[in-house]
Structures are given as C-alpha cells and as structure tokens.
C-alpha cells in the first residue's frame, strides 16, 4: 500500500501542469561484504551477504513560490527487505539570502556528512564510521533554522533545531522530547572547523530491560526509578576537523552521548581518516575508537540497605554489561571513479573488541555507489 501511494505522489508530480517545477533524483549503494570467522561485524559474518548496507533512495522537491519548497525524500534498506520508508518530508522557507527555516521531518547537521549520509558517492569510504555516525536520531521532527554569510574569506553556518525523535535502538524503541541542537561551522579555503551541542529528554524501552527494572521496583522503587531511563536528561557533543587540499586529505570528528541519569555509559567516540587523490583513485586509512563501558549507578547501589545490595549490583551490572562497548577498527579503502556519478570501491577492516577478544573479526567489503 505506502509503495502505490509513493508511486501514485510522483506519478501526480509529473503529470501535474508544473512538472516542470519538480526536481527528482536518486541515489544507490550496492555493497557485499563477509567477515573471516563466525563472528559477527555490522551485521556480516563468513557469509556473503549482499543486505546489510545495500539501499535505494528518490528525492523529489519542488518550489511552492519564490520563497517556499517541498522535499520529500524516499528509502529502501537492504537489511529491512527494501521497505520503503519516508526518511525526509519537509518545508523550506528562504527567509533571506542568508537565512532558511525548515520544518516537518529532516537531517539533523550533527556531522560533516550528515546531509550527506546515505549517499554513498559522496564520501571515500564504503560506509561513514558507525563509531561515530550510527545514532539513534539523526532525523528530527520539528523545526531547524539555518544561517549562512562570509565574513572575509571565511564562510559561517550557524543552525538551531528544535522537536523530537522517535526510534528503534537495541531491540527497543528510545524517544525524544524537548530535543534542540545549536551547530556552528566555519571554513577557509582547505580547512573546516564544526561543532554542535544537542540536548533532550530521553525515554527508552526495551521489553528484557523493563522486565528486570520491574523486578528491581518490587524491592528498591527508589534504585528502579534510576534505572528507569524515562524523560531523563541526554545530551551530546560534537567537534569535527577537515583538511582537504585536494591532492590528500585529512577528516576528523569526535563525539560524546550520555544519558546522565541512568546506567547507560557516557559514550566516547572519535576517528581519523586520511587520503590521497590520484586521478581516478582515492586509496585512503581509517582509525576508529568508541569507548562506552563505564560502570554508572555504583553511588546510587550504596545508598541501598546492604542486605539489598548484592542482588541490586547484579541487575545494574547486566544492564552495563548489556550496552557497554569498547572497540577499534582500522581500515584500508580502495575508491576508483568509473564515472562522473559511479564509484567502484573495496576495504578490509580488522574489528578489535577490547572487552571480548572472541569478538575480534575482520571484515571485507565491496561497494557500487551511483547517484542519478
């Protein structure tokens, strides 16, 4: 049914008496990859798997008047059966020539290529680090205002965004209310400076999660409601570097996520990625960090009557143990342009878990990246 209606709103778009007005492009990215054991990498293991990361996109925007423009934008992921899914939907407003308001649902500019994320042309790597970009709310519902002017030869990017999120995380569903970003960038010829603070109010559910909370508030309603992760203050925090002089280059981001009140660890994560430009090849290395493996809610247990505290510490540390993460991977990527719209590229990255070694992997990727 949501595939005959899409099929039906751009069928109308071209058909309509301002067809002309539309603007319709796509993008794709093809890519197979399989990991060296058994163990599990992004979703591969020693099993050719063509699913986890392969997607097909549409955008259609349109201009409304002078002033006004729509964009809606469409996605089908691999791992989700190549459901389509509305990823964007919103409403451009061009203020001035230096200020944009947007509203309804769109990206939020958290990182260098956020606008960018999906389109796997736009980037020398098969995939941006998931260190680093694969959070649970890159996409918001509210509104965003956008400035943008030089000052010298520096160009400025301040935005501001204000709404909520909603989505699947961790085999549960986290939300976000009262969510507002404040970002700024500056750039000079070869150099880019960003940063962004963010901040919300998180509620998250996940059914083994609420079950051993509930049996917690049974004994300890007061530790319970600490580990009840519902309206609790999040935030994050974002700096990123890029230094491109065309010939190589040099990328950099690091970012910080925490939900203060509860036994979700503070993550840490950074990566630094250089390159050269070789005519049509772009070979380039990769180094990803995520710590995430505090131990939170030890203050909170002592507060506790003793004779409650061993089987308290045992939840709390099935919860941390549940979502604590601490890994590097190291990458070696391959792009060559086939085309001024196709990329052709392979990596192999060695995943090193440094709280499990029998997690360590390493895994080998190939990817067709076209936009259209």
């Known amino acids: 049914m949501k595939q ?10 071209c058909t309509s008496p301002v067809y002309a007005d539309i603007r319709i492009n796509g993008f794709a990215n093809f890519i197979g990859g399989m990991t060296s054991s058994d163990e599990t990498v992004y979703g591969y293991d020693d099993s050719i798997s063509f699913s986890e990361e392969s997607l097909f996109a549409l955008q259609a925007s349109g201009d409304i008047n002078d002033q006004m423009s729509a964009t809606v934008q469409i996605l089908a992921r691999g791992e989700d059966d190549y459901e389509v899914e509305f990823e964007w939907a919103y409403l451009s407003y061009r203020v001035s020539n230096n200020v944009t308001a947007t509203a309804g649902r769109f990206r939020l500019p958290l990182f260098r290529y956020s606008d960018s994320l999906d389109v796997g042309y736009s980037y020398h790597w098969i995939a941006a680090p998931r260190n680093v970009y694969d959070i649970p709310f890159n996409n918001m519902d509210g509104f965003r205002l956008d400035y943008s002017d030089f ?3 520096w160009e400025i ?14 085999n549960g569903n986290v939300e976000g209310d009262n969510t507002y970003m404040l970002s700024a960038e500056v750039g000079y010829e070869w150099l880019n400076l960003r940063g962004v603070y963010g901040a919300t109010k998180a509620t998250f559910n996940q059914q083994l999660v609420d079950a051993t909370i509930s049996q917690v508030a049974m004994v300890a309603p007061e530790f319970a409601d600490f580990l009840a992760i519902n309206e609790d203050s999040g935030k994050f ?5 890029d230094i491109d002089h065309f010939t190589w ?12 009140r509860s036994y979700t660890p503070t993550d840490n994560a950074w990566y630094v990625s250089a390159g050269l430009r070789l005519g049509k090849w772009t070979p380039s290395v990769t180094y990803e960090d995520f710590e995430g493996d505090e131990q939170k809610g030890l203050d909170e247990l002592s507060a506790q009557p003793e004779a409650l505290q061993p089987a308290l510490l045992g939840a709390l540390q099935g919860l941390n143990a549940a979502f604590a993460q601490n890994y590097t991977v190291a990458t070696a990527t391959l792009r060559y342009d086939y085309d001024a719209n196709i990329a052709f590229k392979v990596d192999i990255s060695r995943y090193d878990d440094d709280l499990n070694d029998a997690q360590d992997a390493t895994l080998a990727r190939f990817a067709i990246n076209y936009v259209f």
Not at 4 to 13: K, M, R, Y
Not at 157 to 170: C, H, I, M, Q, S
Not at 237 to 241: K, Y
């Open 151 to 153: 000052v010298g030869d």
């Open 249 to 260: 280059f040099i990328k950099a981001e690091y970012t910080e996520v925490e939900i203060e």
């Open 157 to 170: 990017k301040l935005g501001a965004a204000l709404g909520t999120f909603d989505n699947e995380v961790f």
């Open 237 to 241: 925090i974002g700096i990123g570097l």
């Open 4 to 13: 005959a209606l899409i099929a039906s709103a751009l069928t109308l778009c």
